[in-house]
């Protein structure tokens, strides 16, 4: 028995070690990289604190998770720089008992960091081998309250509508009317606007009486929103 437990020590404690120093780099980054620049939203901080960012990566990139950038996530695309997740996610203003659409599922970073918050999430990416393992990540990670889904999220989730938070991680030109009619009365969606090799916006759409108002919250460089050809 206690042979047993001396192998399991060995085995184990580079394994503790590892969870414990990704811990202190998602700590360091909070502080410096979140909170420095303004981010002040409870949730978002928790969830940012809770969600191991590192294990969204392919094992190489581990190192450099926490850091103050985008990384690649293959097959062209980008999992969004950590502050950028955060000013999305305090945009929304999420709580428990609403209901969140993301289009643009990528790495799964983003929607995991919703469902620590929120009840329900749904999540919607174009690109099938990434759509196949972010749902994987959920389930082995126990992500049980997002629904993963393939397919063009032009369209938006008629069936699931209507939705109190959507938001958008790829850029469209214009902001697709399916989501703005997806958008729950009192809703917020937030979505970068703008094309692949110009000017982008990250904007605030919010719906009151069925009307919409938008606010520009920065500038900002997200992957092109691409379409299916049916
Ligand atoms: N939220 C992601 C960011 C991924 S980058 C994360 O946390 O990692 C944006 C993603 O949007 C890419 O994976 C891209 O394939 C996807 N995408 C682009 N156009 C889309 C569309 N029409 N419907 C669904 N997903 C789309």
Do not use: C
């Amino acid at each position: 028995m206690r042979l047993f437990l001396i192998i399991l020590g060995i085995i184990t404690s580079p394994m503790i070690l590892q969870t414990e120093k990704y811990a202190l780099w998602r700590e360091r980054m909070v502080q410096s990289q979140i909170i420095e620049r303004g981010i002040t939203d409870k949730r978002t901080l928790f969830a940012l604190r809770k969600v191991p960012r590192h294990l969204f990566l392919p094992p190489y990139l581990w190192d450099m998770a926490y850091e103050d950038t985008p990384l690649p996530i293959g097959y062209d695309q980008t999992i969004s720089q950590p502050y950028i997740v955060a000013l999305m996610t305090q945009s929304a203003e999420p709580g428990k008992s609403k209901k969140v659409l993301e289009i643009g599922t990528g790495s799964g970073y983003q929607a995991a960091i919703l469902a620590e918050i929120t009840d329900s999430v749904y999540t919607i990416e174009i690109i099938p081998e990434l759509a196949k393992m972010a749902a994987e990540k959920f389930r082995t990670l126990g992500y049980h309250n997002i629904i993963a889904i393939y397919g063009d999220g032009y369209k938006g989730l008629p069936e699931h509508a209507p939705f109190d938070i959507i938001i958008v991680t790829a850029a469209p030109e214009d902001i697709p009317k399916s989501l703005i009619d997806q958008l729950a009365e009192g809703g917020r969606m937030v979505i970068p606007i703008g094309g692949q090799y110009s000017f982008q916006e990250l904007v605030l759409l919010t719906k009151k009486n069925g009307k919409l108002s938008r606010k520009r919250i920065a500038s900002v460089r997200f992957v092109p929103f691409r379409r299916l050809n049916y």
